[in-house]
């Protein structure tokens, strides 16, 4: 063993960072470069190093704790934690036997908190540096159960030993924490009201409040031990905020506020705590913003049916900030179930995040697709597909498509970013008005295009489209392309072929039956359920119907030329993204060129 004061050295480090190594193989919340970050924060790493590849930065963390494993280790564990329960529990046992014996050398600190160096920062992010799943009351406690020190143990016992992990006291004084107990005991809050405050305290935190606090005194409490970001305002002030902003009694709230500003005022800190509450006031849930997975499907373009699947999930209802999940290769015969893992981690996701979803729309199941694989018939994927309780995706989820062409192309072409927005504001702004395609009319297609942006004098513009399916080198496919490229994110078409008299009735009839336009992807899911439920319902369009319903305002970064973030770091060139300099709304792993990650077809590019 080494000096107990300093690292690890010769075959026992090997070992060690082999360990941590083989660990964080499977911590799949590195995948995505902000929760790399927060890693690399707490254990002190240089920002090139979290910038940098994925197993590159897993072998950096091993050698980096190696050299003050009695320090480094219990950090470790505890941001694993905030991440993945489990995983931090296989670390901590994976480990603790290298600390066997080894004196306490550590600072002595509370936990520490992954949040942003300022409020608006931490508020305005898209992509929340976030736990996939969330664990077990007291997941941001100690790494595990911790025995007796080395100088408490009985002498020669020949037991192991396991460090304990000291913590400082709460940042309040005695007095001043019982001042909170009586700002809280404010009128009973009920389990909806709770469900709301914790989701909001967790969002702009970065991470889920602990445990399972029924009164705002519990928030409190359950977030004291937290030590404080950058800003100095501890996580516990943080839910003292909320409490003051979402209470109906405005005497209490008045309090509450009061209180908080005296404690940073006597900490020196006061500007910071105003800058969250401005930034928290700008902070408004946005009806139209739902509980949503996408997943987005690129095929290899090498000929073969291989294509890479990546997804991002949303949890929380009325914010964008989508996490991203792990990219994999798959055939597409095998697309079902990579979907099917997806879903089954964002139902996880959906039920962690508590609001009530009596007035939400159902989540929304979201396919970025390239102009040849927008026909798939994805609606159909099934749920269980290999039991006896198989159910299509589409009655259940709001399922529709989105076009991965148009989402690579907007942060290079202002002329396709700037229509897509202003179609899209006309369709909430005036509703749906239905244009069509089909093959059978005989009108020329660049008559038809002109007819795309150019309106009668009064009339309101076209913001919808029905058309012929569009299969491989149809006129129907050129004029989705020719549709997107005018900002059209509405569409809707019969996946069968041609588009019928009667097709195209019921799809105006579901149009005009929609008080808004936000009501659309609902009313489609109704539809497919109904169709689901007859007997007869093969027939019906709600079996077949495919519907693009592309949302200009809830974008991820599906740009190519990143490096897919599967496999171990021995495998070379197969690293994580680096997802440090995205832009705000956006997230995700990138695909990186070669042969199974190419971009879409040029070949199939929409004209400007």
Not at 283 to 308: F, H, K
Request: glycine content about 8%; overall charge negative.
């Amino acid at each position: 063993m080494a000096e107990a004061r300093g690292g690890l050295e010769g075959t026992e480090r090997e070992e060690f960072v082999s360990a941590i190594v083989d660990e964080l193989v499977h911590c799949r919340f590195l995948d995505e470069g902000n929760s790399r970050r927060t890693v690399g924060e707490h254990l002190g790493l240089s920002p090139e190093l979290w910038e940098g590849t994925l197993p590159a930065f897993r072998v950096e963390v091993a050698r980096h704790i190696s050299l003050h494993p009695t320090d480094r280790v219990s950090t470790l564990c505890t941001v694993v934690g905030w991440y993945d329960e489990r995983r931090r529990e296989s670390l901590w046992l994976r480990l603790r036997p290298f600390l066997a014996g080894r004196s306490e050398d550590r600072t002595n600190h509370r936990r520490p908190l992954p949040v942003p160096s300022s409020a608006s920062e931490g508020l305005d992010d898209g992509t929340r540096p976030g736990p996939a799943l969330r664990g077990p009351a007291g997941h941001a406690d100690r790494p595990g159960p911790q025995g007796p020190t080395e100088q408490t143990a009985p002498p020669h016992s020949g037991r192991v030993t396991e460090p304990a992990i000291p913590q400082l006291p709460s940042p309040f004084t005695a007095d001043e924490h019982r001042r909170v107990q009586r700002l809280l005991m404010i009128e009973r809050t009920g389990p909806k009201d709770m469900h709301q405050l914790r989701d909001s305290i967790g969002f702009e935190l970065g991470f889920p409040v602990p445990g399972e606090p029924s009164t705002p005194l519990d928030l409190f409490d359950a977030l004291v031990d937290f030590n404080a970001p950058p800003d100095r305002i501890p996580p516990s002030v943080v839910a003292l905020e909320w409490v003051a902003a979402q209470t109906a009694d405005k005497s209490a709230a008045h309090r509450c506020q009061e209180w908080a500003e005296r404690w940073a005022r006597d900490h020196d800190c006061l500007p910071e705590l105003l800058r969250r509450r401005q930034a928290r006031e700008r902070w408004q849930a946005d009806p139209r913003v739902p509980r949503a997975l996408l997943i987005m499907v690129e095929p290899a373009g090498d000929g073969s049916d291989d294509v890479t699947v990546r997804y991002w999930i949303n949890d929380l209802a009325g914010h964008w900030a989508p996490r991203a999940g792990e990219a994999t290769e798959t055939r597409m015969d095998g697309l079902g179930a990579a979907v099917e893992r997806a879903l089954a981690e964002g139902e996880r996701l959906w039920a962690a995040s508590r609001s009530d979803p009596a007035d939400q729309l159902p989540p929304f199941v979201e396919f970025i697709l390239p102009y040849l694989l927008l026909n798939h018939d994805v609606a159909r994927l099934e749920i269980g597909a290999d039991g006896p309780a198989a159910a299509a995706i589409g009655p259940r989820y709001c399922v529709h498509l989105r076009s991965l062409d148009r989402l690579r192309r907007i942060p290079h072409d202002p002329f396709i970013a700037n229509r897509w927005r202003q179609r899209w504001q006309e369709l909430h702004q005036h509703g749906t008005r239905l244009h069509h395609w089909t093959h059978g009319d005989g009108v020329p297609m660049d008559l038809w295009s002109r007819s795309l942006t150019h309106r009668q004098h009064g009339s309101a513009p076209y913001t919808a489209l029905a058309l012929d399916a569009p299969k491989r080198a149809s006129t129907a496919l050129t004029a989705l392309k020719r549709a997107i490229a005018e900002g059209f994110g509405l569409a809707l078409w019969d996946r069968r072929g041609k588009l019928e008299p009667r097709s195209r009735e019921t799809i105006a009839e579901l149009l005009d039956g929609t008080r808004t336009a936000h009501g659309v992807p609902r009313r489609v899911q109704e539809m497919r359920a109904r169709a689901e439920a007859d007997a007869d319902g093969r027939v019906f369009l709600g079996r077949h119907v495919a519907f693009l319903w592309d949302d200009p305002e809830r974008i991820v970064d599906c740009q190519p030329g990143r490096s897919v973030p599967v496999g171990p770091p021995e495998q070379a060139g197969r690293s994580g993204p680096d997802s440090s300099d995205r832009t705000d709304a956006v997230a995700g792993p990138y695909p990186a060129p070669g042969p199974h990650t190419s971009s879409s077809s040029t070949a199939e590019e929409a004209p400007r």
